[in-house]
């Protein structure tokens, strides 16, 4: 079964650095799976945040944080993260991260779901 935990998330300054993390367990094929970081602001829809391919030599940003936030892998691992620099205030949300196949980096249609870790910016 296919499991994904977030971590990392807390309290920062508007300005300074958050490094979110997901580690996935319960699937052998982690690492031919596309990762992605979307997020969730109260009282809005989730969007997507980043997304990189199994090798992880394709990766794709939303404009809104293209520029500050860097998405990573390491397959022996099973991790992913999310480097988050110069955040915003409106960076606020739950941030979740979420696995697929590969064409879920062209579409954005991920399979699985992590239960999402909150990231605050205060100003």
């Known amino acids: 079964q296919v499991k994904l935990v977030e971590s990392g998330g807390g309290l920062v300054q508007a300005g300074g650095s958050l490094r979110l993390s997901c580690a996935a367990s319960g699937y052998s094929t982690f690492s031919t799976y596309a990762m992605g970081w979307f997020r969730q602001a109260p009282g809005k829809e989730r969007e997507f945040v980043a997304g990189?391919?199994?090798?992880?030599?394709?990766?794709y940003s939303a404009d809104s944080v293209k520029d500050r936030f860097t998405i990573s892998r390491d397959n022996p691992k099973k991790m992913a993260y999310l480097q988050m620099n110069s955040v915003k205030p409106e960076d606020t949300a739950v941030y979740y991260c979420?696995?697929?196949?590969?064409?879920?980096?062209?579409?954005?249609?991920?399979?699985?779901w992590g239960q999402g870790t909150q990231v605050t910016v205060s100003s």
């Open positions: 990189i391919s199994w090798n992880g030599r394709s990766t």
């Open positions: 979420a696995t697929g196949t590969s064409q879920a980096l062209a579409t954005r249609r991920y399979d699985y």
